[in-house]
């Protein structure tokens, strides 16, 4: 991999947040992952993120608190392990822009460790091809090398060996926000628990999910949504139950569990529909706060400079 120091001036990155459409979780591996099959779906609700030249690394969030600063922010990781690689690295300060709920199951911290590579590659001029920095993505998280790619796509192994899915139906979204996030490995290894007292059923029907992105019936999608890490996150958060409740009463098409929580994502018919069921469901009490997104959302790309 080779390498040119561009010019100083800021990069603006935006990555997508992603709701899994379908997700099936299979036995625990000995690397501390569960193999999955997911279909990942990106939308509309970004978070920014800058880099900028700077006399040493610094990562720094607004919009949004316990968000880890430094070292142990993926982003900050992403940048320094890009720069490893490819020789550039030299340092940035890396500011994110929060609009993807932390800790809610969207791939906040991936969306940014996806924008800090692509910010980081354009900066520093390194040539890398998109399958070497889907590569290092993969190095950081699962989820990383989804939120370069956005669209729609099928995740095998840990969720991160992608197919794209081809279908152009846009679909509208109301995410219902929760109070308290919830831990990625906290949800898993609830999962692992509910499975040994007794083994309940798993995620089938891909084939449903994958008809149903082809036939351009909203209705069909909304039928298909499933997420086997659904019941660990309403066991470790039993009002998200209420919140599904909810918002199939308020007329979705469709309502799971967005990855391991706890934002719920809930499917309408079309942009007006989600913007009735928004107002509804941020009244009834089951929500902290509600936002209205569309996808398929692009992946992560750098939208200006200076
Ligand atoms: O890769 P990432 O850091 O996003 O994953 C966070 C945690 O989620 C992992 O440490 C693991 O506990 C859990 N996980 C898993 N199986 C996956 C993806 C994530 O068990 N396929």
């Excluded at 899994?20 to 978070?47: C, E, K, T, W």
């Excluded at 969207?106 to 924008?115: E, F, K, R």
């Excluded at 706890?262 to 509600?290: H, M, Q, Y």
Aim: aromatic share 2%; net charge positive; glycine share 14%.
């Amino acid at each position: 991999m080779s390498s040119r120091q561009a010019g100083g001036v800021p990069v603006r990155v935006r990555a997508p947040a992603k709701i899994n459409l379908y997700l099936s979780v299979g036995d625990l591996r000995p690397d501390g992952y569960h193999d999955l099959i997911s279909v990942f779906h990106a939308v509309d609700l970004f978070d920014e993120v800058v880099i900028s030249p700077a006399p040493r690394w610094a990562v720094r969030t607004v919009g949004a608190s316990g968000v880890p600063g430094g070292v142990r922010n993926l982003a900050g990781a992403a940048a320094r392990l890009l720069g490893r690689r490819t020789g550039a690295g030299s340092p940035v300060a890396i500011e994110i822009i929060k609009q993807i709920p932390v800790a809610g199951g969207m791939a906040g911290g991936s969306a940014d460790a996806a924008a800090a590579l692509v910010g980081c590659a354009a900066l520093w001029g390194t040539e890398l091809t998109r399958d070497q920095l889907t590569e290092i993505a993969a190095e950081l998280g699962a989820d990383v090398p989804f939120s370069l790619a956005g669209g729609t796509a099928v995740g095998t192994g840990r969720g991160d060996l992608l197919a794209p899915v081809l279908t152009r139906m846009p679909l509208h979204w109301v995410l219902a926000l929760a109070e308290q996030g919830l831990s990625t490995p906290a949800v898993f290894a609830e999962l692992d628990r509910i499975r040994e007292r007794g083994d309940p059923p798993r995620a089938g029907g891909l084939e449903a999910m994958l008809a149903a992105l082809a036939s351009r019936q909203p209705a069909r999608v909304g039928a298909a949504l499933t997420n086997d890490l659904q019941a660990a996150a309403i066991s470790l958060q039993p009002a998200l139950r209420r919140t599904l409740r909810a918002g199939m009463a308020a007329g979705a098409l469709g309502g799971v569990v967005s990855g391991s929580g706890p934002t719920v994502a809930l499917l309408c018919e079309s942009a007006d529909a989600a913007t009735a069921l928004a107002a509804d469901l941020a009244g009834s009490g089951t929500t902290r706060a509600v936002r209205i997104a569309g996808g398929p959302a692009p992946g992560a790309r750098v939208v200006g400079r200076g």
